[in-house]
């Protein structure tokens, strides 16, 4: 069966975010210029170093996103959306998009289809695990929805991506979610990161 | 200068304790016994493992801890209270416990000796920087009493030691102090842990 992974970046304070989001600050109030280049520097400067951690989140089968991460337009999609990462995104494989209001499914290039589930992160995953096929199922963000997909006890292993900062305030990981035990699997430090892999035990 | 250390074992949602200590349970609903032995089983459990982490802590010239981690007495020193830690506690060194209730030093055997400090975290630090003569000053926690130091602008270094679990409410690093920039210097693994040092930058 697959597995269902939870993969992340955090400052060391928590937060996956900052408050206030709007389309021109994907991450908000990151201390930054609200894009995520400071959350996600070991990404986007160091790429190299982190080819590893990259690749494998590449290497999903299918993809789950809350509706914040996916874009700012709340309520119902009254405005052409189609994510913050243009034409051809990353993913190359349908993307599950957790929201409240129903959308036809949105073809992209490059293998991405923006699936919009309605029914709640279950059938979400139920569906993101069918797509996959023997790949695994990757739960992007935000902090909300992985905390959602944790509470209800449906992640097999947590990697985290520490980076040097705190951010004071934001979306933080494992807010409300009940105690979890976990066992430390994999640890690897770059420039700009700690990378650090838990499978999730209870 | 010697070099003023913050050095602190979290969980990975940054408690360092549970809340509700009482003298049994010096780290309180610590999801465990409350002795702490699970957020310290790095130590307790691996210790050959983490030798390393243990000596550079039992290394420095001289503590400061705040007043719940020197013990469960609270208001005055209304009964005999010298620290969990025995006749012959591990600090081998001047240890300066915050309090707002003067008492007379208390010297152990082993050299330690417990000086209290009543007048704020600044006096306390330039009292350990006087007693550590060219060691290292560690600020031993606990969280409160790292998140003071913090605010303060007082710590050059941060060795946080991530262990694996969340406990889902208790005391929390970081908690109420403005974003730090921080520079990741050295990461080290073992199995129930994850060692890391931060520079404090601003």
């Not at 279950?122 to 963000?141: E, F, K, M």
């Amino acid at each position: 069966m697959n597995k269902v992974i939870a993969d992340i970046t955090m400052s060391i304070d928590g937060c996956s975010a900052g408050h206030n989001q709007t389309e021109k600050r994907p991450f908000g109030d990151d201390g930054g210029d609200g894009s995520g280049a400071r959350l996600h520097a070991w990404m986007f400067d160091t790429p190299e170093e982190n080819r590893a951690e990259v690749d494998r989140m590449s290497a999903a089968g299918a993809f789950v996103m809350g509706r914040n991460m996916f874009g700012p337009v709340r309520g119902a999609w009254d405005r052409e959306w189609n994510g913050w990462w243009g034409a051809n995104p990353p993913f190359h494989a349908p993307v599950f998009v957790l929201t409240h209001h129903a959308r036809e499914p949105q073809p992209m290039d490059g293998g991405t289809t923006y699936h919009f589930v309605t029914d709640g992160v279950a059938p979400a995953l139920a569906r993101a695990r069918d797509a996959a096929g023997d790949g695994d199922v990757l739960i992007l963000g935000g902090a909300n929805t992985v905390n959602q997909y944790l509470t209800a006890g449906l992640i097999d292993e947590l990697r985290l991506h520490f980076v040097p900062f705190t951010l004071g305030a934001g979306t933080r990981v494992f807010e409300g979610v009940p105690p979890l035990r976990l066992e430390q699997v994999a640890t690897r430090s770059a420039t700009l990161v700690t990378h650090v892999t838990y499978r999730v035990l209870s």
